[in-house]
């Protein structure tokens, strides 16, 4: 389920899916969250750093470092928002 955040200017904010045509509520701005990579041991890793976030991992797989990545996200969406200048995909209303 993909959250929307509506701060008190009214931009929302979120994490991108396809879940919604975000395009239907206006304009957006999109920016990236996150780096997966992975390591020379082929590990991954998911790098939160251009959000301020930690480096979580290593992960085994791919897919077990996506799945961090989004719970770290989804759980820091709401101060991630109220951040000055937010870091996250935020979507300006027409």
Known sequence: ?????????????CLYTEELDLRSLGSMHIARASQ????????WWAD?????????GPFGLRSEALAAERDWLDSNL??????PRPLLHVIKPS
């Open 36 to 43: 997966l990579e992975p390591d020379d041991r082929g590990n």
């Open 1 to 13: 389920m993909m959250t929307l955040i509506i701060d008190p200017s009214g931009k929302m904010h």
């Open 78 to 83: 709401a101060s991630l928002a109220a951040a």
């Open 48 to 56: 939160l750093s251009p959000v301020a976030g930690p480096i979580l």
